[in-house]
């Protein structure tokens, strides 16, 4: 199977785990390690041969301009503004006087009640993109429309989407739950945005989730919170075994989740 369409893929490299993402509903891949993320632009995915083979064209490119021997795996400085173009890290002010910025100047303007409107429609489906996913493969699954090509839905996804067993059930899991955190009366209006943050709340009954995601929305100062707060307090309420069971078959929440 093309590498590119095999999604979630995970390793090791210049000191960080990265996790290539692919969705099928954007046709959008994503490449992110703690604190940083890499849009990959579809015109590369003919270029080279997987995403493992872009991010090191793509560091060796980079850190030829911190003269580096390029034969030699660099220990790259993460902070180094600049350092991936594309990317956002944190900036380090000390070496902002060796530096020549850049800066457009991009007028903005108020948009209209209707460009609010859609602005605020299409970020609600790039918001719900994981829940709309579940959802679709629970049905596909259901009533078995993938029979006409394939003899089990597994390999149906597989070929289709590039999904893994255990990311397909991550997604429908995933998608039951967001439906009962809606039903809810409290935190109804902040919902997840990213399979990973109710991964730990799967194996919870559906009151047990709605109270677990309550308290987290609270941790998080009343935004969506990550699945690395969602699963803290899970593990608080309901003990270690309770996440266990939730990240069965040795899944584990991504490193930016």
């Known amino acids: 199977m093309n590498p590119w369409y095999r999604s979630p893929q995970t390793w090791n490299a210049y000191g960080l785990e990265w996790e290539f993402t692919y969705s099928e509903l954007n046709a959008k891949r994503t490449i992110t390690a703690e604190g940083l993320t890499l849009d990959v632009p579809i015109v590369d995915t003919t270029k080279f041969p997987s995403p493992q083979a872009w991010l090191g064209a793509r ?7 911190l003269q580096q021997p390029q034969e030699i795996e660099p220990e790259l400085d993460f902070q180094q503004p600049g350092l991936w173009e594309g990317s956002s890290t944190q ?7 060796a530096l020549q910025i850049s800066v ?19 970020e609600r489906q790039v918001e719900r993109a994981f829940y709309l996913a579940g959802k679709a493969l629970a049905e596909l699954r259901s009533r078995r429309l993938y029979r006409s090509t394939h003899k089990t839905f597994e390999d149906y996804c597989k070929d289709r989407f590039g999904f893994t067993h255990r990311h397909i059930n991550y997604l429908i899991a995933g ?21 990973c943050q109710v991964r730990p709340l799967t194996k919870l ?8 995601w309550h308290q987290a929305v609270t941790e998080a100062g009343g935004k969506v919170p ?17 996440c ?14």
């Open 91 to 97: 900036k380090d002010e000390s070496s902002t006087s």
């Open 175 to 195: 998608s039951v739950v967001v439906d009962n955190l809606e039903t809810g009366t409290i935190c109804s209006q902040i919902l997840p945005t990213r399979e």
């Open 104 to 122: 457009e100047v991009v007028e903005t303007s108020e948009l209209t009640p209707e460009e609010e409107r859609v602005r605020l429609h299409l």
């Open 205 to 212: 009954n559906p009151d047990q989730q709605r109270e677990v």
């Open 244 to 257: 266990a069971k939730s990240l069965q078959g040795g899944g584990s929440l991504p490193a930016h989740c």
């Open 59 to 65: 560091a060796k490119k980079n850190t030829s301009r």
């Open 226 to 242: 990550s699945g690395r707060i969602v699963k803290d307090i899970v593990q608080r309420m309901f003990g270690t075994n309770s």
